[in-house]
T-cell receptor
Framework: KAGVTQTPRYLIKTRGQQVTLSCSPI?????VSWYQQTPGQGLQFLFE???????NKGNFPGRFSGRQFSNSRSEMNVSTLELGDSALYLCASSFLEAGNSPLHFGNGTRLTVT | DAKTTQPPSMDCAEGRAANLPCNHSTISGNEYVYWYRQIHSQGPQYIIHGLKNNETNEMASLIITEDRKSSTLILPHATLRDTAVYYCIVRGSGGGADGLTFGKGTHLIIQP
């Protein structure tokens, strides 16, 4: 089975621009969650989607948004980029949204905002 | 906030067993204990999970105390490639953002 695929792997943007990141979950997985990882804050939860519905949201501003498509693929969008948005963005998928269902992570998109 | 507490760092000699503790004193009855590890610049890798019984797979063993308030991840014969940050999280059947919250983890360093 192919793992979680995130594209692009690296991205450089300037302040004020917007960016869209993509995540393809493991086949059959219906839950996709997104994380931001920085050296100072560690892994921080952004949001989780299950069957195209946002089920949970972390404590991030409205500039961060996401969606999930009917094939379970997910995208996240960050508008009006700030220098502090530079981070590794990780996507994880699981068969169920909770409980006895491990998260499987992709290798992330490294975003640099200049 | 994360619902688990882990030591920030640990050392272990190559070839020895690495025992990583995790405290989850507020765990509820339907929450599973999960362990992940992350090697620099890669996504976290799933290791093992359990509810109340001890679990073993090809990577590690998970020992959960009878009261379920703490657990230990055991890497039986640590190698240099096991150097990573190890995260312990709890994840309940009811979902919720709490079950997706990672703490700072334990930086395990395997010494040659």
């Amino acid at each position: 089975k192919a793992g979680v695929t995130q594209t692009p792997r690296y991205l450089i943007k300037t302040r004020g621009q917007q960016v869209t990141l993509s995540c393809s979950p493991i086949s059959g997985h219906r839950s996709v969650s997104w994380y931001q990882q920085t050296p100072g804050q560690g892994l921080q939860f952004l949001f989780e989607y299950f069957s195209e519905t946002q089920r949970n949201k972390g404590n991030f501003p409205g500039r961060f948004s996401g969606r999930q498509f009917s094939n379970s693929r997910s995208e996240m969008n960050v508008s009006t980029l700030e220098l502090g948005d530079s981070a590794l963005y990780l996507c994880a998928s699981s068969f169920l949204e909770a409980g006895n269902s491990p998260l499987h992570f992709g290798n992330g998109t490294r975003l640099t905002v200049t | 906030d994360a619902k688990t507490t882990q030591p920030p760092s640990m050392d272990c000699a190559e070839g020895r067993a690495a025992n990583l503790p995790c405290n989850h004193s507020t765990i509820s009855g339907n929450e599973y204990v999960y362990w992940y590890r992350q090697i620099h610049s890669q996504g976290p890798q799933y290791i093992i999970h359990g509810l109340k019984n001890n679990e073993t797979n090809e990577m590690a063993s998970l020992i959960i105390t009878e009261d379920r308030k703490s657990s230990t991840l055991i890497l039986p014969h640590a190698t240099l490639r096991d150097t990573a940050v190890y995260y312990c999280i709890v994840r309940g059947s009811g979902g919720g953002a709490d079950g997706l919250t990672f703490g700072k983890g334990t930086h395990l360093i395997i010494q040659p």
